[in-house]
């Protein structure tokens, strides 16, 4: 099992060498842990997933865009948050990046109030991901832990068939039907069928 | 020899009757003689004569035969003979159907023989198709008279028979080339006239459909593409617009010798109406990129600047909020601080050097002022703002005093300026009931004013119009007004809007004049201030 993660690194990605040391310096200042990067190929060469953390990118660069780049971490299913930095007249770009599912934009010169409070809602974001993702994959443990053929029974009870049905169904008989429920309920660490019934229905809502 | 008086008398008398019968005899021989040299001497000229018909008959090249009342062959001869092919032997004597006639013609022959025996035949001559006797066929046109004896009796009818197969034939040949010729002209979409000087004017000699349909067959059209250039021609084609047709042509003259030997004009008109209208489109477009390429160049120039200046201004700004944020938290050390402040005034000489750099722009693009008059500025905006009025539907009034002073100003730019206020007043004015936009000049102050008067939609704070990216339009920058504003200020005059009590808008321009030397000294002596 993995420990649980927190995002603690603020990436920084802009062509403008003043603008992204300046940034850095102001992060750093305000005790982040930053690592800034001159384009979005240099940035997607070193990044480590197991390193999680929050974007800020320069929309306009020569080669690879921030929105290009916003695509690529869509394309690997990343759940970094992203805050783009726009110039003046940028809006209807910075917009189709928050339709992409961008936090928020910074229009530069940026004002210090509005970073600080852009960048805590993005480690606030990224770590709500992260105990999601979490939680996501001590429920996929769990319910890996279920053979086969309890599989099936908690299928029929999630689906409310009674116990006989799903001896039926089976071709078991209802003893060997509860023995599996109890076995169920032990494994998934629910004590009611309503708990039962939580846990089993979380999976499709969270991978939806 | 006895011989008695009485005897001898009677042998006496008896030799003159003898002496006297033979002079008798030998007058008588002579009278002879005389006759048969007479009767000689006229056989001879009558078989001459009849020798010189003959060969008068033989050598003719026109057929001649005559038919008798029947309608039967009484004679051809040998031209006739030679033209049909048919013996002379062959041909006496014969009654229709004759063997020259063309079968499955017979019909036609026969109606053709019977008018000719009836008397019918048309002193012009008839033509009628004949057939060889080696079976090729030709054309004859043959001529009919009566025919009669001496005594004026008619005993049949002559006829002459020419072969015209092969005048026939270019006859023919003629006619196609003309109508040829003629279908090319009638098909051709120039209007091609021919006219020829009169003393009543001009008459026309020829003219073509698409003449005739754009004109009708009166020298009007000619005379009106002329435009008055009778007695010069070139080569040269001259544009013309036709006011009667509304219509534009590319017209050539050209001097000819007409068929009867007359000096005429022909005229070649071709419609380019749709040419130049397709000309004139472009050339509104051309002139419509020009000058929003001059206004957007200035506001792309403006948001790049904006840009570039931003980056130097974010990472000061970075910096030093990073170093405040360090201060305040208490554990600053000057190892951190020193290199990002250092930092921070290299951005602020970037910024500086951008700025200069924008000043070089502006200064090799600053205006060139001189003294000029508002009305020349004013005629010139509003020309080229007639195409947006023609398109709207809107009229520009103006309306000027005379005796002016001039304004020192740089004229291409209060021309922009002035252009620009129209463009946006008409644009404005393009669904108004009123249609008519007013440019009113007046002087105040030495201060000429213009003003630019709309009836559109109006805004309830026109102020507004001024700041920058701000615009009503779709697919305006929202630089126009601001720039305009700009190139005012830089001639010390101002530019405003004030909402209409009655409805629109009304833009007002300020300039100073140049009518007293003081002022005109102190916008030199800030030139060169600036």
Known sequence: MNAPQTASTVYIVDDDEAVRDSLR??????????????????????????????????????????????????????TMPIVFITGHGDVPMAVSTIKKGAIDFLEKPFDETDLREIVGRMFEQANERLSQAQAQREHDAMLARLTAREQQVLERIVAGRLNKQIADDLGISIKTVEAHRANIMEKLQVTTVADLMKVALIKPEISA | MFITIDQEMRQHRLIWVVIALSVVIVIALLILWRYTRYRSEAEAALIAETGFRRAMENSMSTGMRVLDLEGRIAYVNPAFCRMIGWNEADLIGRLPPFPYWVPGMHDTHQQTLESVLAGKAPSSGLELEAQRRDGSRFNARMYVSPLLDPQGNQIGWMTSMTDITEPKRIREALTAAHERFMTVLEGLDDAISVTADTNDGLELLFANRTYRRLFGAQTNGHDELLAGRRGRYTDESVEIFSASVQRWFEVQHRMLAWTDGRRVRLQVARDITERRQHEETSRIQQEKIQITSRLTTMGEMASSLAHELNQPLTAIANYSMGAV?????????????????????AQAQRAGK????????????????????????MDNAISLAEIHSRKRQVAIS?????????????????????????????????????????????????????????????????????EPFFSTKSEGLGMGLNICRTIIESHHGRLWAVSNPEGGTTFRFTLPCVSSLEAQKNLQSEELLT
Not at chain 1, 59 to 66: E, F
Not at chain 2, 328 to 345: C, F, I, R, V, Y
């Open chain 2, 325 to 345: 944020a360090m201060v305040k938290s208490g554990h600053a050390n000057m190892e951190a601080l020193l290199p990002a402040l250092e930092k921070a005034a």
């Open chain 2, 398 to 466: 103006h309306n000027v005093p005379e005796n002016l002073p001039d304004v020192f100003a740089d004229p291409i730019l209060i021309e922009q300026v002035l252009l620009n206020l129209l463009k946006n007043g008409l644009e404005s004015m393009e669904h108004s009931a009123v249609e008519t936009l007013v440019v009113a000049v007046t002087l105040h102050d030495n201060q000429i004013e213009v003003a630019v008067t709309d009836r559109g939609h109006g805004l309830s704070d026109p102020e507004r119009l001024f």
């Open chain 1, 25 to 78: 310096w102001l992060l750093e200042a305000n005790n982040y842990r930053v690592r800034a990067f001159p384009s979005g190929e240099s940035f997607l060469a070193e990044y480590d997933e197991k390193r999680p953390g929050v974007l800020i990118v320069d929309v306009r660069m020569p080669g690879m865009s921030g929105l290009e780049l916003q695509e690529q971490l869509l394309a690997r299913k990343s």
């Open chain 2, 354 to 377: 951008i700025i200069s750099r924008i000043r070089d722009f502006v200064k090799r693009s600053e205006p060139r002022r001189q003294a000029i008059q508002i009305q020349t500025v």
